[in-house]
């Protein structure tokens, strides 16, 4: 539970230093945010991956879901267009999170492949 909040934080640390960045270019003083938000988003991220979560998985996560709320929060306070087309691209971008989590589950609940043996383990007990 711990990871998936600290990857929240990430997501909204990189949400927030995004949208700082477009209204810093009327707001100069906004940069402070947009640096923050950034450097606080790759802390978290990095704390995440030291809770255990893959590297894969929560950097998907982290890249999609920064990207859906983006558009969406952009066109909220910023007015920026959100037509039809961008909002099937947010739902398949959910839909590949889903996707990527889903797998990680799977992957965690398989049990462990045996491994092949060597050439060389193999080549010890053939006669010459």
Known sequence: M???LLLSTAILLEVTATLSLRG??????????????????????????????????AYGIWGASGV?????????????????????????VIGGVLCVELGAQSARSAPPAQSAPSPRSRDEGAPS
């Open 24 to 57: 810093a270019l009327d707001h100069p003083a906004f940069y402070v945010l947009v640096a923050l938000g950034y450097v606080g988003s790759l802390t978290v991220l990095a704390l995440v991956l030291r809770a255990g979560l893959a590297l894969g998985v």
């Open 2 to 4: 711990r990871k998936w």
């Open 68 to 92: 859906a709320l983006t558009a969406i929060l952009a066109a909220l306070f910023f007015g920026d267009p959100l037509t039809g087309v961008m909002g099937i691209g947010i739902a398949l």
